[in-house]
């Protein structure tokens, strides 16, 4: 693995781990739930009357976050080299994965590992692990 220092910003990626993680903390004391994303989203799918409005103010804060950024700088380039077809697969094997996991990354990952929760901890190693399997296999046995 080669890392390229022209582009490695190590003081953003710690402010925003350290954002995500007090974010979360504060969520999770005033809002006494997790921040799990499909949790959340899952949640306004069968909604409850007193539970619509800070799940619709969570995922509206997740939709305006990126026009906010471009206030005070540019956004960062995407580029995604796959096709639309292999991206719908890829979704689809998440979301399966996420209700098989009973909740996703940012759920087990962030919230789960630091209330030391087995469960989240058993999950995020079966989710990192499945991604550098994944890894390996498309890039170093398929070659793609």
């Known amino acids: 693995m080669l890392i390229d220092w022209n582009n490695f910003t190590p003081w953003t990626a710690l402010a925003g781990g350290a954002l995500i993680g007090v974010a979360s903390a504060i969520f999770v004391l005033f809002n006494g739930r997790i921040a799990g994303i499909t949790g959340i989203l899952g949640g306004l799918l069968r909604p409850k009357l007193r539970d619509i409005g800070w799940r619709l103010a969570f995922i509206i ?66 989710f990192m692990t499945t991604g550098v399997i994944t890894v390996y296999v498309v890039r170093h046995l398929l070659g793609a």
């Open 61 to 126: 804060g997740l939709i305006v976050a990126p026009f906010t950024w471009l206030l005070f700088a540019p956004l960062p380039a995407i580029q995604i080299d796959a096709s639309n077809t292999l991206l719908a697969v890829a979704g689809l094997i998440v979301g399966i994965g996420t209700r098989y996991g009973s909740g996703c990354t940012s759920g087990h990952g962030v919230c789960g590992i630091s209330r030391l929760s087995p469960r989240s901890i058993i999950a995020t190693v079966a």
